[in-house]
């Protein structure tokens, strides 16, 4: 193999200017549920312009979550979908980044993996409009009713009421009233819609895993190659080896019934699992376990990029760390099956939290990618990584929990790892980290390899970094 050929300019720094049972409602299409296909493609409206440009973002709110797709297409209109909002003011992080980075606050989805603070405050910028979008994808399992008008009710959510965790009043845990009063007021106000094709009496939860969600298409040698959200995971069910699994249990923690998608573009794929659990003692479920299992089911024999040779099935180019990167998430099972190429934790200041934590860092340390750093030649850009370990804040929090010194000793000086984090009230300090798939480059062909670019964003929404990844080609 030339070498050369696989030469890439990074892309030039950018201009800022951008879920008992709940049974009926769970936004997905009916489908069998006994089993699984590999596919269950869902009705949705699809901006048909080619995508030439494909990005991950994973926002730097602190304590919390928040990540967004964002597909640039050709005729310079983008389709962006948001994932979680973080736990501090929609005004603190999320909409700062949002409208330093895209082109507006305009979303084709907003889904909410589960109802935990620190994943949906920031989305109750819903309420006055200055986040929107066409859809909401969340768990279901509450009512609407005094959120939004009588006449709006039922076309966003059906007699939903059953639910483990709801009060009498149908809202989660007495915690989550905000956010669906800024539901509600985006449906009066803002023609907000809920992505809800299960409507049926005979259609299942368990239906919701399977669902494909396409987003748009990018074109290699004339031919539209799919740009698609899968969902893996809603209610404690799971994908697995060829059928949903039940990893629910009574009991079972508040963030179990998180949901959980791969986004997919040609070989590059790339997971968002909420604060999904691997852990099967106490009250949590493991479900990673599981996924592992189904992602074998669902992506194979994928070798070294640079050295084919061991096939593996179950390769996961990336991950956002499930759970900030808690002890009981992110399993030996789960890591080690993905040979992951990129791991982005969001984590934050929380001290009763110290997340992510050491456990966690010390599993993530002994995975292996598929593209090993001997495999890259010699003559390779050193800005070549074969993996990529990025942390929205890593800090130091005393007795077993120093998370910074035990991250800087694991990633600080691996051979051809990029290693980055962004700790607010430094001078690492990052508002952000992004990932750029690479669709367009004449030498990459997406339909068969996995490439793409990594970069922080600092403080004036600039982009620092360039670290690019050859992940892996399939046989």
């Not at 987003?215 to 539209?224: A, P, Q």
């Not at 790339?270 to 669902?298: K, N, P, V, W």
Request: glycine share 10%; hydrophobic share 35%; proline share 5%.
């Amino acid at each position: 193999m030339k070498t050369h050929q696989h030469k890439i300019t990074p892309f030039a720094k950018k201009t800022p200017a951008w879920r008992m049972f709940v049974v009926f409602f769970l936004y997905v299409v009916a489908a069998p549920a006994s089993t699984i296909a590999a596919t269950k493609p869902a009705n949705a409206v699809l901006n048909n312009s080619p995508v030439i440009r494909l990005e991950i973002h994973h926002i730097n709110i602190n304590n919390g979550d928040a990540s967004a797709i964002r597909l640039v297409h050709k005729d310079g209109t983008e389709t962006k979908v948001l994932i979680d909002g973080g736990e501090p003011k929609p005004t603190d992080n999320l909409l700062p980044y949002i409208q330093g980075m895209f082109k507006d606050a305009q979303f084709q989805y907003i889904v909410l993996t589960h109802y935990h603070k620190d994943h949906y405050n920031g989305l109750t910028a819903l309420a006055n409009g200055t986040l929107k979008s066409e859809y909401y994808i969340d768990l279901g399992g509450y009512n609407m009713r005094g959120a939004v008008s009588q006449g709006n009710l039922a076309l966003i959510q059906p007699q939903d009421t059953i639910c483990p965790w709801t009060g009498s009043d149908g809202v989660f845990d007495g915690t989550m009233g905000a956010y669906a009063l800024g539901i509600g007021a985006a449906v009066d106000h803002y023609g907000l819609k809920r992505y809800m094709p299960i409507s049926k009496d005979n259609d299942h939860i368990q239906d919701m895993v399977g669902v494909v969600i396409p987003l748009g298409n990018f074109e290699r040698n004339s031919v539209s190659v799919p740009i698609n959200l899968r969902c893996v995971a809603a209610w404690g069910f799971t994908q697995g080896n060829g059928a949903v699994v039940d990893n629910w249990k009574k009991g079972a923690s508040k963030n179990d019934p998180t949901l959980g998608f791969v986004l997919e573009c040609g070989e590059f794929r790339y997971f968002f699992g909420g604060d999904m659990g691997g852990d099967a003692s106490s009250s949590y479920i493991d479900q990673e376990t599981t996924l592992s299992e189904g992602f074998a089911f669902l992506y194979k024999n994928s070798v070294s990029y640079f050295n084919p040779g061991t096939a593996y099935n179950g390769h996961v180019c990336g991950f956002k760390a499930n759970h900030h990167g808690s002890d009981k998430s992110n399993n030996d099972v789960f890591l080690t099956n993905m040979h992951p190429s990129i791991c982005v934790t969001s984590a934050g200041d929380h001290s009763g939290w110290h997340l992510p934590s050491v456990g966690f860092i010390d599993r993530l340390s002994t995975t292996t990618p598929i593209t090993l750093p001997t495999d890259i030649p010699s003559t390779e850009s050193p800005t070549v990584s074969a993996q990529a370990f990025l942390f929205t804040n890593l800090y130091n929090f005393g007795g077993n929990n120093d998370s910074l010194d035990e991250a800087d000793n694991r990633f600080g000086h691996r051979e051809r790892t990029t290693y980055s984090y962004g700790t607010s009230g430094t001078q690492e300090y990052k508002r952000g980290f992004e990932v750029i798939v690479y669709l367009n480059i004449p030498d990459v062909d997406m339909t068969k390899v996995s490439a793409y670019q990594t970069l922080g964003v600092l403080d004036n929404f600039q982009t620092t970094g360039g670290e690019v990844v050859f992940c892996h080609k399939t046989l």
